[in-house]
């Protein structure tokens, strides 16, 4: 019968509950929608990154990433390219060679590194050919042809078709300079990669890096980098351990492992959920005291006749904490539908940020974002608005019990 | 048999500022069966003796003895459990749980003895039958006149089987009607079930149907009659 007078006490003042189921629901959506904008920011982040720059999973020679020195390749790799393309589960495999030098034209220079790329298998493994936005993909025409960002190309000044000076120094330690004409401008969205990286053919930049001298090496076995797209980005891990066991003196590496931004840029998102939650959670708290003291106070007498009758301090109690429980558990449902089909509507069609996409895109962010959830998150909210509800009724929960019957009954 | 002694039973408001002795040295026996009414001027004391009797309140000095506990010993909440247990109360208003039935009020006190669900509605019916509602089992108490309401109250107080009732002016908001109907209700019950009934009023027409009368004036006892 207690919690039947509870629930019906909820509905003595109409209005003022339904102002405060409101004013949870609309926390819940609001904690809800946060969470899955930012997810999907995050995701978008991620995605992109990985689809355009870091790919799944990457196999260098261990050395090699302490200074990307040229010497350092990937040692008998054509076998292990052959070996890699045949393990299932995997996607697209691009093998690379890359140096670190300079790009240069008549109105300046930059550090960059360039890297060395068979274009049909580059495309494959992170669309490189997508991302062209002006002039046309690497391909076996011409001489020496080269792909530069927008961002770099403005840098130095020079469009589709100009001419460029790459320095580098080669396996036996020469410097070496080359020049190559601009073929295309690409753009991944994400501006400190495009500023930074050049690409070429593989064959070009080897022919460079293998001195005329040296005959241990021949143009189509120096690799520095194998790139691996799979085809389920959630065996990124179980196919990267395999590679490690295959190729112990390799070093395999997931993209979390490449790019420990995106690793913490993904845990971040648990946080970026509990701090909105929080901060909707303590402004629901004063809501509830306010709607419960106000409970509690216009019933003193009647409060003071329970306890006069014998209705025992613990049971008044629970009473009032039942009543914001019951508050709390008819907003929670309304909240969490509302959350869950703004996000599954937004999920499918996506919020368009373009008038944001310049600085979304400095972070290397796509312009739409679609929401996206953890399930979790539903449960995680729906707990910690049933625990507010208990916290916050048990200020006016004591505040009853504190009542004394023969003083509650002469209260005016 | 004694259901309450009371013995130089002294209450003082406001100690600190202007002390009222609202009771001055009260001593009072309370025998089973009787259906005796506290009389007396505004401020007398009638409330106060009837609360501390209740063990709603506490006596600044003397003892208060109820079916022979010492309700001055006992804890808060202990005392809450005794109330529930031993004592029936009819207020002046605000007797009554607004959101529950006139059968839901009536139960409520037997669910907090934690008595079977049958047991509940029985003793519910069966009480609202013998104060006459038995037609508005099902009413709120805002759909209850004034006078119906007292009755679910005087229902609601003998539930749990209590060794006596204690009513504050539980006339005072009716009509003559229902103040005689109400006044019938407890002679029964007080002649047919032998429940001890303690009331406090103003009214002569209810001090007329009393069979003891205490006057207070005072906050001491000035008259003690019983009548034939
Ligand atoms: N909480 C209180 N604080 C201070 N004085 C009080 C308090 N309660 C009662 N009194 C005083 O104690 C005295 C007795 O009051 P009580 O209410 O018992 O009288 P009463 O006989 O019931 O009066 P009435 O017929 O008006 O109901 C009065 O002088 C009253 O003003
Ligand atoms: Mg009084």
Redesign the interface.
Known sequence: ??P??AW??IW?SKTRSLVVIGAISVGIWAALSLTGFATGMMKSYVNNAVQNIVSHIQVHQPEFLDEYEVKYNIPDALAVEQAIRAEPGIKAVSVRSVAGGMVSSSQGARGVRIKGVIPEEEARVNALDENVVEGEYLSDKGRNPILVSGDLAQKLNVKVRSKVVLNFQDRGGSITAAAFRIVGIFDTGNNPFDLSHVFVRRSDLNNLLIPATDSSLTADALTHEIAIMVEDIRNVDTIANKLGAEFPGLKVQTYREISPDLELYEGQIKNVSLIYLTVILLALVFGIINTMLMAVLERI??LG?????????L?VFSMIVLESILLGLVAIPVGLFLGYITIDYVGKNGIDMSIYAQSLENYGMSPIIYFELDPGVYLQVAVGVFLTAVLASIYPALKAIRLK??EA?RTI | MKVITTKGVVKIYNPDKIPVKALDGVDLEIKEGEFTAIVGPSGSGKTTLL?VI?G??RPDEGDVEVGGHDIDAMS??KL??F???HIG?V?QA??L????TAR?NV???M???NRPKKERRERAEELLRAVGLEDKMDKRPSELSGGQQQRVAVA??LA?KPDFILADEPTANLDSKSTANLLDIMARLNEEEKITFIFSTHDQRVIDRARRVVTLVDGKVATDEVRG
């Open positions: 019968m207690i039947i007078m019906r006490n003595r007498k009647e006749m329970l306890m006069a009758i014998g209705m025992n301090k049971r019957p023969v009954l | 609360n209740g709603l309140d808060d909440n809450i459990d109330r529930k247990e109360f207020f605000y007797n749980i607004p959101v529950l839901e139960e409520f006190v669910l907090l003895q609601r107080a749990p």
